[in-house]
């Protein structure tokens, strides 16, 4: 049997294989969480506008206040007006994000004034520029703003908009044929028949690709045959953009998945130097790309999160970007060195990582629990202290 081949390459090959996204569409902003943008953005206006007041109290000229104790109060500037050049001599009444007005250079809170029917007086010394906010602060027109290839948050929103963007081009989002192998698998809700187990790959997946901004996904169950694991690979082929499957891409003769992809078009990997998870299998069925997941749900929980999620990633149009983790130390000690690259699902106790419960590739529940993987490189021992690279499962998700 082949030598198994690393992860680093077997995730460089994946991403090789994923073509990217050819169709756009436009959206509208509030619609665009999630999405990967298909054009480049530039600011269009200074952000803000116009230099406006970041305090409510009187807009001023410094030099006023050296020739007079008490300004009269020439005009009032509420937020969302546009005012008058301020007459020498006076003092703008104005409230926060109201527009400084022309010849004005400072703003008195109004916690250090006292006003009454004379005009405005101050109790603490005024310098020039003070609680204005410039205009262009945050943004200048021209500058860049996110490039394409950027999947867009929460912030990326509220920034754009306060660009004033309104619509953005954006990828079509890839539709995934999610398959469940196994006929030991029954659904959630029907009972047990002696045997059988819950489909929990199928839920766990489903989430993952949700978290990761996959709205489209069609879920198969797949009998242990050739001719059922065939018949619902080309379905999925011609439908979907991207087959996920878990299950039977092992090496028994129940394993009818990586054969199948063999028959029906290439299997390019299989079997990777990482535990939980070696017999991860990956190619294209008629020209749609294909990736084999573990059966055990843990194997299937980490060669998501290591392989099939940046993939996925380039099939959404993102620019890859490797995720590096963080070093923190060890809060345990292991003195057998693994044979391959090993992820413990881990917390984090007091600074340090420690395996959180059964480490078992057929146990799930411990990652209710874990913060994330860390990694143990193959034919290392671990020492109590030692850094290790860390992978939250929040970094991870997309
Ligand atoms: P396989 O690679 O098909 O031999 O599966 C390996 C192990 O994972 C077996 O114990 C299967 O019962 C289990 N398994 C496979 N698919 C699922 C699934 N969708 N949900 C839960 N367990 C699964
Ligand atoms: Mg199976």
């Given at each position: 049997?082949?030598?198994?081949?690393?992860?680093?390459?077997?995730?460089?090959?994946?991403?090789?294989?994923?073509?990217?996204?050819?169709?756009?569409?436009m959206v509208a902003l509030e619609h665009a969480l999630g999405r990967v943008l298909a054009q480049s953005l530039t600011v269009a206006v200074d952000v803000p506008p116009e230099a406006n007041s970041s305090m409510d109290g009187y807009a001023v000229r410094c030099e006023d206040l050296s020739e007079a104790e008490v300004?009269?109060?020439?005009?009032?500037?509420?937020?969302?007006?546009?005012?008058?050049?301020?007459?020498?001599?006076?003092?703008?009444?104005?409230?926060?994000?109201?527009?400084?007005?022309a010849g004005a250079d400072a703003v008195v809170m109004q916690e250090e004034a006292i006003a009454d029917d004379q005009g405005v007086r101050f109790t603490a010394a005024v310098r020039p520029g003070q609680n204005i906010r410039p205009q262009g602060q945050d943004l200048r027109a021209g500058e860049s703003l996110?490039?394409?290839?950027?999947?867009?948050?929460?912030?990326?929103?509220?920034?754009?908009?306060?660009?004033?963007?309104?619509?953005?081009?954006?990828?079509r989002p890839p539709r995934v044929a999610l398959l469940s192998t196994g006929d030991e698998l029954v659904h959630p809700g029907q009972p047990l028949a002696p045997g059988q187990i819950y489909d929990s790959n199928r839920y766990l997946l489903t989430g993952l690709l949700q978290q990761a901004g996959v709205s489209s996904i069609r879920s198969y169950h797949v009998a242990d045959t050739a001719a059922a694991t065939a018949e619902v690979l080309s379905a999925a082929a011609a439908e979907c953009d991207l087959i996920l499957s878990s299950g039977g891409v092992s090496v028994g003769e129940e394993d009818h998945v990586r054969r199948q992809v063999e028959a029906l078009g290439a299997l390019q990997i299989w079997r990777i130097n990482i535990k939980p998870g070696k017999p991860f299998a990956a190619g294209q069925v008629a020209g749609t790309p294909f990736i084999g997941l573990p059966g055990n749900p843990a194997s299937s929980l980490v060669t998501f999160y290591l392989l099939a999620l940046p993939a996925l990633q380039r099939l959404q149009g993102m620019t890859y970007q490797p995720v590096s983790g963080w070093q923190l130390p060890a809060g345990f000690s292991r003195e057998r060195p693994t044979g391959r690259d090993e992820y413990l699902r881990v917390r984090v106790d007091g600074g340090s990582l420690v395996p959180q419960g059964n480490q078992s590739s057929g146990v799930l529940s411990n990652a209710l629990q874990a913060a994330g993987l860390a990694r143990v490189p193959a034919g290392t021992c671990v020492e109590l202290g030692q850094p290790l690279e860390f992978l939250p499962f929040s970094l991870l998700s997309g």
């Open positions: 049997m082949q030598a198994l081949i690393p992860v680093e390459q077997a995730l460089q090959q994946l991403l090789a294989m994923m073509p990217v996204p050819r169709d756009v569409e300004l009269p109060i020439s005009q009032r500037i509420p937020a969302g007006t546009a005012p008058e050049p301020l007459q020498p001599g006076t003092a703008a009444r104005i409230f926060t994000g109201a527009p400084i007005p996110l490039s394409s290839g950027s999947k867009l948050s929460a912030q990326a929103m509220g920034v754009l908009a306060s660009a004033g963007v309104e619509r953005v081009q954006v990828y």
